[in-house]
């Protein structure tokens, strides 16, 4: 059984400010540190729960985070960008199930730690469909264009609240509770990872009762901007509807295809500012 892990960094236990998430903040070396733990701990879950190949997508940032022999040495380690699935990159490797680890609410959470949807500078608000989605459910949605099912999210309790909103039936492990957006009431690190080994484990064992995350086709993603700019620069991209001055609209029957256009339309956005 083949077991895909995403890592981000503002779910970890601990993290609550921006200093620990940006690579030249006084809090990143602890915080990567703490990131590569959480990881190590869903591992040894993973591979006690029946798991044979394991791949960790290191998915914040510069995605370049993990410091390669800080990882348990039995996963591989899928590191730097870009990467035609982003995130979720290995899920090509035909993988069985995917962990969410140290994920984070999507914007506009109220007391969701450092809450965004992918750029927290371009992105208002993404719903594909008609329901909003953050980066949990645009993740599991292209998991399940893969037919693989999420298993198990690790977060604050917002993001935990939202995984189980859209999926249903998921594993989470809440590290920390959010309080507002920088600060939250933090598991230690060492429990934090006692109990997503444990959970990690349970997932992996039950692994045939999860199914995957599906939407019906075609899919209608709407993006609103933080700027006109932004929308003025997105419009560019032929196929996109603009629908008001910040908002822009994507239809497609393919998910993987629209993936691949929403990270166009946030380049151009985080380029037309
Ligand atoms: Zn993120």
């Not at 700019?229 to 996109?240: Q, W, Y």
């Amino acid at each position: 059984m083949r077991i895909l892990i995403s890592v981000d960094l503002e779910g970890i236990s601990g993290v609550v400010g921006k200093n620990q998430i940006h690579e030249e903040g006084s809090g990143f070396e602890w915080a990567r540190d703490k990131m590569a733990k959480e990881v190590n701990h869903a591992i040894e879950g993973a591979l006690e729960g029946g798991a044979r190949e394991i791949y960790v997508n290191d998915a914040h940032g510069s995605m370049k985070n993990i410091i390669p022999d800080k990882l348990h040495s039995e996963a591989f380690l899928i590191s730097g960008d870009l990467k035609e699935l982003s995130m979720v990159e290995g899920l090509q490797k035909d993988v069985h199930g995917l962990f969410l680890i140290g994920y984070h609410a999507r914007r506009g959470t109220k007391g969701g730690i450092l809450d965004h949807t992918y750029s927290g500078r371009v992105v208002s608000q993404i719903t594909i469909n008609g329901v909003e989605l953050g980066e949990t459910g645009i993740n599991a949605l292209v998991a399940g264009a893969y037919g693989v099912p999420v298993l198990l999210i690790t977060g604050d309790d917002k993001v935990c609240q939202e995984g189980i909103d859209l999926l249903g039936d998921v594993y989470t492990v809440k590290v920390k509770e959010g309080l507002s957006r920088y600060a939250a009431i933090c598991l230690h690190p060492e429990k934090a990872g006692k109990i997503i080994k444990e959970k990690a484990r349970e997932a992996v064992t039950n692994i045939n009762r999860f199914k995957p995350f599906f939407m019906d086709s075609p899919y209608e993603l709407r993006v609103e901007v933080v700027t006109s700019a932004m929308a003025d620069g997105i419009e560019m991209v032929p196929g996109i509807k603009r629908i008001n001055p910040t908002t822009l609209e994507f239809v497609h029957e393919d998910l993987i295809t629209l993936f691949k256009v929403l990270r166009v339309m946030l380049v151009m956005g985080g380029n037309s500012s």
